[in-house]
């Protein structure tokens, strides 16, 4: 009997699900699509082998303006995740202004601060409270055409160092290959997402977006600098064709397209598209006062609810954005190993050597400019997007005056939103 | 005009049909000429999709980026969630909407001419007003992220209403009599004598039901939490901008797969639409 | 049983009839009202109400303030420039997808080998998905390696800026709008001219009258209700437009296709400026239903010539 009895609980306690043993599930939204996202969900399944008790339930919730859309919707109906992907010009002080977002400083070491740039996190910082971790980090970085470099008579050795390097290069590299009266090779185009690339010209001229009192400085003489040599490089040297955006990276791959600037994730799919077609490149961008760079991407954030979903959401939080996770994510996915102890890790260091190419942009991060993410993002991003495709697509376009519209429009919508 | 006054009648009629005909062709070739682009793409491999200039048919065609197509993105799921989505919404949709119309024209009870007014009325809101307050409601019930959710929400439209009153309109009182001597409760009139009658135009709504919310494509996006539950144009969508960017040939092959089945339906039954558009009289 | 039932009903007095009339009236009406309540009325209200807020719709505190949305809106260039995007597209596609709808519901109405397969032929775009079609012309337009392009310079003309000029953006997207829409025009109108009686053809012959007298005095005066009709139902929906925006141009290049409902979407979805988005769609919904109403009264004294 006794042994019977003995038998039977042993039984049961073998049988005990562990959900009985206080297990924790959380919700994962990301933003992450196509062929680099198993890196991710790798991660994932990791942490959950490592933490037993923990289960994630990981969903891909579309781009980053799909995820602020469900966050609004989200917050609205009481229905948000634990860990969540948050784009670093989505939204984010809106969203930290629901309230529902964890403040992470307290979890954020000094080693942390010592091994990622204040630049980063000011990115992801809100009335001085850090409210997302950076994890997914990229620039905007010069994609090479070798090839075409060698064929016109340039070193590719040599990238173009400055402004008029730039453009003198691009103007090489512009050509009418078959005599047919159209040009078949463009010397200089950059990807969609346009606001994000001019304002790598904007900190290159030393300019800003807003100055110290929070207000908006578009209509700057640095602002304007880099917007004239936007439109010069449409109309006036006629080495970029206007508003066609959309279209560059096919024009790259096909070998169409001297020099690309995109994103730094970009870089294994467009390796792997281009195969052999010809040597692919990867430099940094050119300078006029300084090197300076954007950074873009996303950050991840937590939710406010019970104590353990906290608990559990931030220990996959570490996992991901710690030393090991950014080592891991940024070798396979090509996005930036922004960690310094990440990027000194033996492995990285191998990896660096192997790939030249993915190397440039965890250099070129240290030359990052951000500001704190503002109420008046959509303003500029969508303002400056406009004005750009105005100017693309007008050679007399008067480009103080819009500035200066602009400028007026963004300080409006700030003073608006306090 | 001269040549032609030499000619008789009868000539002129001929002319002027061949004119019309070889139009007609010309107009028919172009209206084509986007499904046939989308058709060859997506027949295309990478390399030559890129070409230029352009090849009209595919040198050789790759039948297989059709079967590619469902790796890339999960497809198969999103279709059969199409599916089954659409096919309710359309049933509930003709359901609710014949009895509403029903009530609406023949009984007459307190208040009905201002309650279809209202009715009309919610068909000029743009939807993209309802939709985050619908999303709340929708989430208080826990539908978010379901069938429940994708399909419910959507049922809920003026426009067959409208439609199918219209043509009940037309349908003489005296079958309504004729039936009430014979014992018929409103029920039994309905289901024995509308419907039959009105079949064309039941049949025209299920197809226009069925075709917008085949098509939908706000209220799924914003619904749907997982890959799992969400409908075609959504599941297209990111494919544009996620895997399947730049890549021409698979878009292609999603924008046909997601064409078929509506134009597969409107072919079966399209001799029902025009004559149920007509018999609804909405034109008078 | 439903004799007995008849008895009852024919032997209640009249306040039982009433009865029976309204609780099977509300009764059958009750599924759609339902719906049409929870999914439908009610968030407008909600929305109506929030239009009067400074809201990002995440938030705890909603900040009352008044009219000055409306205010705000009516001061806004952008907002002026949007409604103008908008009326340029409604007038670039109304009148000439009604005309082509016209001429070919006209030209197939008669019995004639393959009419059938013609109507199939141009109402099939509307059956397909907007972003689908979105998908194809976008490749098509793509100026480039585009095949419009490549069409045109086979036969000596220029190739076009299609979508990537602010000044040939709406043009492209108009001639996609009537390519898909040609048709609906087309079978509403197949519809109308089904209820034209054929003596009146009949009548105009016997007076000498030919084809465009036929047409002048006969098709086009009784077709007016229907025309009408599809007026209304344009407006409507071309106000409505958002999806092929979306999908081919975000509203660019430079504000050149910011139709009045993706201004909306982007001033709720990208400025976080909720309340000012649903002040956007209460004006577009006054707009439309003035417009309507209008149509219908204008509509009745025409019916009844």
């Known amino acids: 009997m006794v042994a019977l009895a003995g038998m039977i609980v042993v039984l049961a306690s073998l049988q005990l699900p562990a959900s009985g043993q206080g297990q924790v599930t959380i919700a994962f939204w990301h933003a992450m699509d196509g062929p680099k996202t198993p890196v991710l969900i790798g991660m994932v399944k990791d942490f959950m082998k490592e933490n037993q008790a923990i289960k994630v339930d990981v969903t891909f919730q579309g781009d980053y303006t799909d995820v602020v859309r469900k966050v609004q919707a989200g917050i609205a109906a009481n229905a948000l995740p634990d860990l969540v992907m948050l784009g670093q010009r989505h939204g984010i002080p809106n969203i930290s202004d629901s309230g529902r977002l964890l403040v992470l400083d307290s979890y954020v070491t000094a080693e942390d601060r010592r091994d990622i740039s204040p630049g980063l996190f000011g990115r992801y910082t809100h009335d001085r409270k850090i409210m997302a971790i950076p994890f997914l980090i990229s620039t905007p970085v010069l994609h090479v055409n070798a090839s075409r470099f060698r064929e016109v008579g340039l070193n590719p050795d040599k990238e173009p160092a400055t402004w ?84 560059a990276s096919r024009l790259f791959i096909t070998g169409n397209l001297g020099m690309f600037q995109r994103s730094s994730a970009f870089v294994e799919g467009a390796a792997a598209q281009i195969g052999s077609r010809f040597e692919y490149r990867v430099a940094f961008l050119p300078k006029k006062k300084f090197l300076a760079v954007p950074s873009g991407g996303a950050g991840l954030g937590v939710f406010r609810s019970t104590p353990e979903k906290e608990k559990a959401a931030i220990a996959l939080l570490k996992w991901l954005t710690g030393t090991q996770g950014i080592a891991r994510f940024s070798k396979g996915t090509g996005y930036i190993t922004f960690r310094r102890s990440s990027a000194a890790l033996p492995e ?48 007399n376009a008067n480009i103080p005056a819009l500035l200066k519209e602009l400028n007026a429009r963004v300080n409006r919508e700030l003073a608006q939103s306090r | 005009m001269g040549i032609v006054s030499g000619l008789t009648r009868v000539q002129q009629e001929k002319l002027f049909n061949s004119a019309m005909f070889f139009l007609l062709c010309l107009g028919a070739l172009l209206f084509l000429f986007p499904f046939f682009w989308m058709l060859s793409t997506s027949l295309k491999g990478a390399d030559e999709v890129i070409l230029y200039p352009p090849n009209l048919i595919p040198h050789v065609p790759r039948l297989q980026n059709y079967l590619e197509i469902w790796d890339k993105a999960p497809f198969g799921r999103y279709f059969f969630n199409s599916a089954v989505v659409t096919t309710a919404i359309m049933l509930g949709e003709v359901a609710t909407s014949v009895l509403a119309a029903f009530a609406f024209s023949k009984i007459p009870f307190p208040g009905r001419e201002k309650l279809f007014l209202a009715f009309l009325g919610t068909l000029m809101i743009p939807n993209i007003v309802t939709l985050v307050p619908a999303f709340v409601i929708v989430h208080r019930l826990k539908w978010i992220d379901s069938y429940m959710g994708l399909i419910v929400p959507e049922m809920a439209t003026a426009y067959g209403i409208f439609l199918l009153r219209q043509f009940f309109l037309q349908i003489p009182q005296e079958l309504d009599d004729a039936a009430k001597i014979d014992g018929s409760s409103r029920w039994g009139t309905l289901m024995r004598i509308y419907v039959p009658l009105s079949a064309p135009a039941l049949i025209a709504l299920a197809i226009i039901s069925f075709i917008n919310n085949w098509n939908n494509f706000f209220w799924p996006l914003i619904v749907t939490n997982s890959d799992a539950m969400r409908t075609l144009p959504v599941g297209l969508r990111f494919f544009v901008e996620g895997d399947g960017a730049g890549q021409w040939q698979y878009l292609m092959v999603a924008a046909t797969i997601i064409s078929i089945p ?15 558009i007509a018999m609804t009289g909405i034109t008078n | 049983m439903t004799q007995t039932k008849a008895k009852a009903t024919a032997a209640v007095p009249f306040l039982g009839r009433r009865f029976s009339d309204f609780a099977a009236g509300y009764g059958f009406v009750l599924p759609s009202l339902a719906l049409i309540v929870a999914f439908t009325f009610f968030p407008a209200i909600y929305g109506f109400l929030v239009s009067f807020t400074r809201w990002d719709m995440m938030s705890p505190t909603r900040t009352f303030v008044g009219l000055s949305n409306y205010v705000e809106l009516l001061e806004s260039s952008e907002f002026w420039h949007s409604l103008g995007v908008t009326v340029y597209y409604l007038v670039g596609t109304i009148p000439i997808t009604m005309a082509l709808g016209l001429a070919l519901a006209v030209a197939l109405t008669r019995k004639f080998a393959g009419a059938a397969f013609f109507r199939v032929v141009f109402y099939s775009p509307i059956v397909t998905s907007t972003v689908a079609m979105a998908v194809v012309w976008l490749w098509m337009y793509d100026p480039l390696n585009g095949i419009l392009n490549y069409f045109l ?81 344009s407006i409507i929906n071309r106000f409505r437009i958002f999806a092929t925006v979306h999908t081919m141009t975000g509203g660019g290049p430079a504000g050149a296709t910011e139709v009045i409902v993706y201004f909306l979407y982007k001033q709720a979805f990208q400025y976080f400026k909720v309340g000012y988005a649903f002040a956007i769609a209460y004006i577009l919904f006054v707009i439309i239903f003035s417009m309507t109403l209008a149509q219908w009264k204008f509509g009745k004294r025409v019916h009844y010539q």
């Open chain 3, 153 to 233: 310079l086979q036969i000596g003309l220029p190739p076009q800026k299609w979508l990537s000029s602010p000044a040939t953006a709406m043009p492209s997207l108009i001639i996609m709008d009537i390519w898909k829409y040609v048709g609906y025009d087309m079978v509403i109108f197949l519809a109308g001219l089904q209820g034209i009686p054929a003596g009146l053809y009949e009548a105009a012959e016997m007076d000498g009258g030919g084809r465009w007298a036929k047409f002048r005095f006969v098709t086009w005066p009784l077709l007016a209700p229907t025309t009408f009709f599809i007026l209304v139902i």
């Open chain 2, 262 to 276: 509506p134009l597969v339906v409107f072919l079966a039954l399209q001799r029902f639409f025009v004559r149920g």
């Open chain 1, 348 to 395: 990285m260091q191998t990896f660096f050597a192997d790939n030249p190419r993915e190397h440039v942009a965890s250099q070129q991060i240290e030359y990052a400019r951000t500001n704190p993410p503002s109420r008046a993002d959509g303003a500029v991003w969508d303002g400056l997007e406009k004005l750009i495709e105005r100017v693309e697509a007008d050679s």
């Open chain 1, 164 to 247: 008029d390097d730039l453009v003198e290069y691009a103007k090489k590299l512009t050509r009418d290959v078959n005599g047919d009266g159209r040009i078949d090779q463009w010397g200089f185009h950059t990807h969609g997402d346009i606001a994000w690339h001019v304002f790598s010209f904007i900190y290159q001229n030393g300019g800003a977006l807003y100055g110290r009192d929070g207000q908006a400085t578009l209509d700057t003489p640095e602002v304007m600098g880099a917007i004239q040599l936007w439109s010069d490089l449409v109309h006036k040297h006629k080495v970029m064709p206007a508003l066609t955006h959309a279209g």
